[in-house]
């Protein structure tokens, strides 16, 4: 880990662990900061965040860092492990977000303890929507261009008489 500065000393041992397989693993990749944000739905800085263990990583940070390393399923069924048990053990303070000074902060879980997943994802994991129909959005451009059409041969009709 020669590049990376140490992590606080008061932190538990499931995030310490959790957070030295991370770096380990993002070095395995020989990525930068600014090309891992680049890979993923994370910024350079979130990334920081993460592997400096100032801020826990949302699961989709981690499956995908997993991904990008080409980690088989079964390790990256183990870094979710790690991960759920680095998140219950991680510092509550680092974990809740700052408020702003306004008030005007997004709603906190039950207790306002709780840390919550960020449910951002990158477009190409993004689930496919299933409330619509695969055709409505065909169909309703035919209808469209059906009621093009009749306004243009009405238009044509009174225009020549």
Same mark, same amino acid.
């Given at each position: 880990?020669?590049?990376?500065?140490?992590?606080?000393?008061?932190?538990?041992?499931? =995030? #310490?662990?959790? @957070?030295?397989?991370? #770096?380990?693993?993002?070095? /395995?990749?020989?990525?930068?900061?600014?090309?891992?944000? &680049? #890979?993923? &739905?994370?910024?350079?800085?979130?990334?920081?965040?993460?592997?400096?263990?100032?801020?826990?990583?949302?699961?989709?940070? =981690?499956?995908?860092?997993? /991904?990008?390393?080409?980690? &088989? %399923?079964?390790?990256?069924?183990?870094? !979710?492990?790690?991960?759920?048990?680095? =998140? +219950?053990?991680? $510092?509550? +303070?680092?974990? *809740?977000?700052?408020?702003?000074? %306004?008030?005007? !902060?997004?709603?906190?879980? $039950? !207790?306002?303890?709780?840390?919550? %997943?960020?449910?951002? *994802? $990158?477009?190409? %994991?993004?689930?496919?929507?299933?409330? /619509?129909? $695969?055709?409505? /959005?065909?169909?309703?451009?035919? @209808?469209?261009?059906?009621?093009?059409?009749?306004?243009? &041969?009405?238009? #044509?009709?009174?225009?020549?008489?």
């Amino acid at each position: 880990m020669g590049g990376w500065q140490p992590l606080p000393d008061d932190l538990p041992p499931e =995030v #310490r662990h959790f @957070v030295e397989q991370l #770096r380990l693993l993002k070095d /395995r990749t020989g990525l930068s900061l600014v090309s891992l944000g &680049a #890979r993923t &739905a994370y910024s350079k800085s979130s990334w920081h965040r993460y592997l400096n263990a100032t801020q826990p990583p949302p699961r989709q940070a =981690v499956a995908a860092l997993c /991904r990008i390393a080409g980690l &088989a %399923d079964t390790e990256a069924e183990r870094f !979710g492990v790690r991960w759920e048990l680095a =998140v +219950q053990a991680w $510092p509550r +303070q680092a974990a *809740l977000p700052a408020k702003p000074a %306004d008030g005007l !902060g997004e709603a906190e879980g $039950p !207790g306002g303890e709780e840390y919550e %997943d960020d449910p951002t *994802l $990158p477009w190409w %994991d993004t689930p496919e929507q299933t409330g /619509r129909r $695969p055709g409505g /959005r065909l169909l309703l451009y035919a @209808v469209l261009l059906l009621l093009l059409m009749l306004v243009i &041969a009405v238009v #044509r009709v009174l225009a020549l008489g």
